[in-house]
């Protein structure tokens, strides 16, 4: 069992900044690639970034590329994502989400998720 416990969420102006945190319990945590998932009202959960187990590589969505950064400090079993120049469409509940094995984007291969932290950017 995982568990995942995301903070840092809440309102900011847009082209402000905000660094989201996960805390990871259970599995050991570097044997996990990590990723990030947001979900806006009305819409699908989407890809934001994922992480691989040792940190030394990482996918993000075209629509977060140069602006979010995502790492991991595996002795504090945490994940990050730093998010620069924030957009109001970046407005959504963000998540993380917990992988066995090889850097992903594909939700299915996430087996556990976070509760979510409001993200909500103001134009």
């Known amino acids: 069992q995982v568990q995942l416990v995301e903070s840092g969420g809440g309102l900011v102006q847009a082209g402000g900044s905000l660094r989201l945190s996960c805390a990871a319990s259970?599995?050991?945590?570097?044997?996990?690639?990590m990723g990030w998932f947001r979900q806006a009202p009305g819409k699908e959960r989407e890809f934001v970034a994922a992480?691989?187990?040792?940190?030394?590589?990482?996918y993000y969505s075209d629509s977060v590329k140069g602006r979010f950064t995502i790492s991991r400090d595996n002795a504090k079993n945490t994940v990050y994502l730093q998010m620069n120049s924030l957009k109001p469409e970046d407005t959504a509940v963000y998540y993380c989400?917990?992988?066995?094995?090889?850097?992903?984007?594909?939700?299915?291969?996430?087996?556990?998720w976070g509760q979510g932290t409001q993200v909500t950017i103001s134009s």
């Open positions: 989400a917990s992988a066995r094995g090889a850097i992903t984007q594909v939700y299915h291969n996430y087996d556990y």
């Open positions: 992480i691989s187990w040792i940190g030394g590589s990482a």
């Open positions: 259970g599995r050991p945590f570097s044997w996990s690639s």
